[in-house]
Every structure is written in structure tokens, then in C-alpha cells.
């Protein structure tokens, strides 16, 4: 018998690996001795093996966020993504009994944070944020920036984040009947088509989709 937390696992590394990739925003969150800070920050997945698992993250603080120093101190983080998200009222369902929720697809990564202090290293992680970002929009290269790229990039610093511990769950209808499930996804199809579409895919069992 399955529980509830393998019934909202995902499906593949790869519906991981789209969440990151879908929603690159995430909260770097540390409390060491209780004196907590949380950044906002965009993040990359490094991607490993067939089945595309996300191995670490790399990003990127200010030097001026006083994170840094802390985490120079006391590297273990929480990375917190929330994904595509949304209410379900009952009144889009035919069996009105059922009670509100809500939808929503979210990872934790428990990880150690490796500061990256050489230039090379620093412009190789701000190439890959821009080449993800940039993807389908008109081309533009940090080159662009000219002599201003070297004075902000020299304001900031790279890290890798690497996994220790993961939680990752996709509460997308799988406990739903095939009937709620269905009037669901039709009312997310004309609110929140994103939300409908993760949910189907999260749903593949189903013969009502």
C-alpha cells in the first residue's frame, strides 16, 4: 500500500529537474545559533545521468549580502522552490460535498553551500544563468555590457550547492477520484492552465484525464 508520501512523489528526476528549471527562484534559508537569514535567489540544477537527476545548483550572492559571511562560516542551507501553485474550490466540481485545497508542486534541498572565488569559475556559472534566462528571447550576450560586466560581476560571488538531503513533493490531485480529478483539471484549464498541465502529468495513470 502506497502513503501519502510516495503518492505525491514525482513521477521522474526529470519532473524535478522541470520544476527547478520552470521555477529557477528559490529561498536560500540558514540558522545557525538561530540567527536566521533568507536570500532570494535564482538558481541553476547541475543535471547528471540519462534520467536527469539534479545533482547540485550553482548561483550567485552580492558580496555586499552579509549571507556570504555566514555562509563561509556555516555552509549547510536550505534551498526552499515552490513551484507552479493554485486553489481548488469545490464549486468546480459536479459533487459539491468535496472539501477547498490546494494544488501545488514544491522542493526542499538540504545542501553545502562551495563558495567559487576564482574569476573563471565566477563567469562560468554567470554565462550558464544568462544562456538559461536568455533562452527564447532576442539574443544578448554579457559582452554587450562592456567595461561595466567586470565591475558588477567583481560585486558579486559564485557558489555551487551541493545535495545533501532532498524533499520533494507534488500534491497535483493523485488522491483525487477520477470524476473530481477531471472537473478539476477543466476548471484549471481555464484559470491556471500551468497547474492543469502538471497536474495531468503527475497523473498519468489515469484513464480520465
Known sequence: MSTPADRFAPTSEAEVTRLIQENPLAWVVTMPGGDFRA????????VVGEDLTVSAFQGHFARSNDHVSMLREHPRALLLFMGV???VSPSCMHD?????TWN???A???VDIEFIDDVAGR??????????METGRDAWS????GARYAMLANRIVAFRANIVQ??????????ERDDVFADICTAMDARNPALGTWMRRANIHRTVR
Do not use: C, H, W
Open 39 to 46: 536570500t532570494a535567489l535564482p538558481l541553476r540544477p547541475i
Open 142 to 145: 554579457p559582452a554587450e555590457m
Open 96 to 100: 459539491r460535498t468535496q472539501a477547498p
Open 104 to 106: 501545488y508542486a514544491s
Open 166 to 175: 532532498r524533499r520533494v513533493k507534488l500534491k497535483l490531485g493523485q488522491d
Open 85 to 87: 501553485n493554485g486553489y
Open 123 to 132: 563567469d562560468a556559472v554567470l554565462q550558464d544563468l544568462v544562456n538559461a
Open 108 to 110: 526542499q534541498f538540504l
